[in-house]
């Protein structure tokens, strides 16, 4: 799962950003700190894969610590959670390069937008290792491939037994694996059975976005894996 770090010193907003993530699935929250030391006292131990990070902080503030790893040249990507709303903060933040800046207080609904920008981004980054224009217009405009997050993307109908709830959750776990999966392996991150995430991912194998291939173990009977197959993820096109 994707590992992030909370950095918040008021307990209630930190709650609520723990929340807002458990709810949005597919995140595991490995530190929730109240201060820039705190923070670095665990990026001494783990580098998490994202941060949300506050800008008014007891000491260092979340500005300064943006342009402090930028210096040390550590690549983490960081999505800003903040009261502060003048244009020089905003301003500073992004040439800092913060994946999304949002403003207190803010809905569940644009902290779910933030997530799944990071999410395309951290799904095409960890997958690729070189990109056309095309690719590259998907990590910095969001164009050429369609969210799978949104109601619009998903057919009004499914196969029978189908929930598009639960395929929107099933999709977006998926995206965030970066090699082979098993059914069980996704059954496990979204708590629901192994017999009915089966149903989605033979459903998605059908269309094409999915493809398998059989893992022989040391030890039973060989078992299926699914990877995206990056050449047909333009199908999803089909759920409009």
Not at 74 to 79: A, F, G, Q, Y
Not at 94 to 119: C, H, N, Q, W
């Amino acid at each position: 799962m994707i590992e992030v770090i909370i950095v918040e010193d008021d307990p209630m907003v930190a709650m609520i950003n723990q929340q807002f993530v458990e709810r949005y699935g597919g995140f595991r929250i490995v530190a929730t700190v109240r201060s820039i030391s705190e923070l670095w006292n665990v990026l001494n131990k783990n580098k998490p894969d994202l941060i949300l990070l506050d800008v008014y902080l007891p000491g260092e503030t979340g500005i300064e610590f943006l342009q402090n790893i930028r210096q040390k040249q550590l690549s983490i990507p960081i999505i800003m959670i903040t009261a502060a709303n003048d244009i020089p903060t905003i301003k500073k933040a992004l040439e800092y390069g913060v994946i999304d800046f949002l403003i207190k207080p803010f809905t569940y609904e644009r902290f779910k937008l933030a997530m799944e920008k990071f999410s395309h981004y951290y799904s095409l980054t960890t997958k690729l290792k070189e990109a056309d224009q095309e690719t590259l217009d998907q990590i910095l405009t969001k164009e050429g491939k369609p969210s799978l997050h949104s109601d619009d993307d998903l057919a009004s109908t499914l196969p029978k037994g189908l929930s598009k709830l639960t395929l929107k959750k099933i999709l977006r776990v998926v995206e965030q694996q970066t090699s082979y999966f098993s059914t069980e392996d996704i059954a496990k991150l979204i708590d629901i059975s192994r017999i009915s995430t089966k149903k989605y991912l033979l459903y998605l194998n059908e269309l094409g976005y999915l493809r398998e291939e059989l893992k022989y173990l040391t030890v039973g009977r060989p078992i299926t894996v699914y990877q995206i197959a990056p050449e047909n993820e333009h199908v999803i096109k089909s759920f409009k």
